[in-house]
């Protein structure tokens, strides 16, 4: 069965640093990989999407995530964030169907 | 493009009461999927729905149902309400059955059983 697995439950970065989401997956077959973002008591909105190709993806808002196969992993990064990108994060690989595995989500806070 | 649209948006329900939670996909997916978000659990799978058919379900029990209308809209419904109930539930559309689909999500239906 697959699972994703978001080491980092919370994560605190300055206004204007750099942020890097980590996101293993555990899946036997090609990955169809994702991260969203979550804004408190609202859905989730896709961040960005890595189904074949490049390993590298950009996203909307800044973001861009790097697969790399060898580790299973899929992380997101973004060299300045801003304000508005406090929110929660959640890694998903796509398994049968239209199934998503969501990890635990990561929770950032900015401070200014 | 209208995006995917849940109703209602809060619910309050007692426990033992049933409830019914709508999804409207957007226009021309026919993949509705249905999560169960909590801050215990996560976002835990509940089922999809494709052409109408139920392809998928997750490990909830059968107090959990669903159902797709030919329009693609979707229902759920948890009948005998358990106090664990309480979460906030979202519905995804896709537009294919399978494959490189992205799924796009509602803004969910926070339900409180008291």
């Known amino acids: 069965a697959q699972s994703v697995t978001q080491p980092d439950i919370h994560i605190t970065v300055s206004e204007g640093a750099s942020l890097e989401l980590r996101c293993n997956y555990s899946y036997g077959a090609t990955p169809y990989l994702f991260w969203y973002v979550q804004s408190p008591g609202q859905g989730l909105q896709l961040l960005l999407k890595y189904f074949s190709g490049d390993t590298l993806v950009q996203g909307i808002k800044g973001f861009e995530a790097e697969f790399k196969r060898s580790q299973s992993s899929f992380n997101l990064r973004k060299p300045s964030v801003h304000w508005s990108d406090a929110a929660e994060y959640f890694c998903a690989v796509k398994a049968a169907g239209n199934k998503l595995t969501f990890g635990g989500g990561t929770r950032v806070l900015v401070k200014p | 493009k209208a995006g995917v649209t849940q109703t209602p948006r809060y619910l309050i329900k007692t426990r033992g009461q049933q409830v019914t939670l709508s999804c409207s996909p957007i226009?021309?997916?026919?993949?509705v999927s249905w999560y169960q978000q909590t801050p215990g659990q996560g976002l835990q799978f509940l089922f999809e729905y494709f052409s109408e058919t139920q392809r998928n379900k997750g490990n909830f029990p059968g107090r959990f149902s669903g159902r797709q209308f030919s329009n693609s809209r979707s229902e759920m419904n948890v009948s005998t309400l358990e106090l664990g109930d309480s979460a906030l539930y979202l519905c995804?559309?896709?537009?294919?059955?399978?494959?490189?689909?992205?799924?796009?999500f509602g803004q969910g239906t926070r339900l409180t059983v008291v």
């Open positions: 226009s021309g997916h026919r993949s």
């Open positions: 995804a559309s896709s537009s294919a059955g399978t494959g490189d689909r992205e799924a796009f």
